[in-house]
């Protein structure tokens, strides 16, 4: 999913917890779709297991990550300019996801010999409404929605905290406007003028304004050094791990009718999680590493998994699905990890620093000029 610079502090030291659930958060949405896509035809028909939300819980906690992050990356001793800002986030998002999205509908246009090249088109722009594909890419959407109000109203001389803060406790005035003025349309626009309003306002079911309204809280209470997020934790690998499984099950088992409620819920159990990642230690070991390298190819995990998952599943169709349901979703699952971890590793690790080596050239040059 989102990829947010890293895990690291302002004084440059890493957050192990965070990067840890950046990997889970990313598996947590790999298990819950391919449970999903083995439930259509021309795969099983059925999935193995009942997860619930599985895969909106780890965006929740996604959500919650980039608003810390993007805080204390932001805020630290080197603050950032609105141009600086920007740059960063098109380098360590835009390219890659472009590489991502073209490799889907190449993949999409053939295996079912038609070309729908809108969605794609609005997946390369992030557009803030219409159908998405790949589909995974409406959450870049609404991060994005969330830089440009972070930088318009922090990144400035004087901020302008009241207005974000505003903005991260929107959905639910939109969720009660709704129902207290009888307007489901708030909720399920027609006009795209009223569309737009709700991604920007509402979001979704999830309303992710506030989980990044939470990340940004915690981030400031680190940036001012705050008893409650200060390390007091050991083993954070097995601690956030625990944490994220027993969340997980826990917000899939109490699931609300109403989704403000369904919101919340999953705002305080993500903020948890991410808070718990946040005072917790690791040594140097196995479990470090492996957690490491989940976390730092979480972002091509999360873009690359839907089309492992449906070129599996057309193999396992062609063998007339030699593998048990269950079986097939834990290996498919696996085999996702792996190609996301190869991709990070192969393709978006020197697809970005050859972005960077560009801009490096770039900034050289205009300075040379500005010079001469």
């Not at 819980?57 to 920007?86: K, Q, W």
């Amino acid at each position: 999913m989102t990829d947010i610079e890293g895990a690291r502090s302002p004084k440059g030291g890493i957050v192990p917890g965070i990067q840890y659930l950046r990997g889970f958060a990313a598996i947590l949405v790999v298990i819950w779709h391919v449970n999903w896509l083995v439930s259509l035809p021309p795969s099983y028909g059925e999935s193995p297991f009942a997860l619930a939300e599985t895969g909106l819980f780890g965006v929740a906690i996604f959500f919650v990550i980039s608003g810390f992050i993007i805080t204390i990356v932001s805020f630290g001793p080197a603050r950032s300019t609105r141009a600086e800002f920007f740059a960063r986030r098109f380098v360590r998002i835009i390219p890659f996801m472009w590489v991502c999205v073209i490799g889907y509908n190449l993949l999409s246009m053939a295996g079912t010999a038609r070309i729908d090249l809108l969605p794609g088109l609005r997946a390369m722009a992030l557009w803030p409404i219409g159908e998405l594909r790949p589909h995974v890419v409406w959450t870049l959407r609404h991060e994005f929605i969330f830089y440009i109000l972070f930088a318009l109203t922090m990144l400035r001389p004087r901020p302008l905290s009241y207005v974000l803060v505003a903005w991260f406790l929107a959905p639910l005035a939109w969720y009660a406007a709704s129902r207290v003025l009888a307007w489901p349309e708030l909720l399920q626009p027609e006009s795209s003028g009223l569309a737009l309003a709700t991604v920007v306002g509402y979001g979704n079911i999830m309303m992710p304004n506030l989980q990044f309204g939470m990340g940004f809280a915690l981030g400031l209470l680190w940036l001012k050094g705050h008893f409650l997020v200060q390390s007091r934790f050991p083993a954070a690998f097995l601690l956030t791990l625990v944490a994220t499984i027993l969340a997980t099950a826990l917000v899939g088992a109490t699931l609300s009718e109403d989704n403000a409620l369904r919101a919340l819920w999953w705002t305080l159990f993500a903020t948890i999680v991410v808070w718990l990642g946040i005072v917790s230690a690791e040594k140097s070991g196995a479990l470090h590493s492996l957690g490491m390298l989940l976390g730092d190819a979480s972002y091509s995990i999360y873009l690359t998994h839907a089309a492992t998952a449906v070129v599996l599943i057309q193999i396992s169709v062609r063998l007339h699905n030699p593998l048990p349901p269950a079986l097939f979703v834990i290996a498919a699952v696996a085999l996702s990890v792996v190609a996301g971890i190869l991709i990070h590793w192969y393709v978006e690790q020197p697809l970005i620093a050859c972005c960077r080596r560009l801009g490096r050239r770039r900034s050289i040059v205009a300075e040379r000029r500005s010079i001469g």
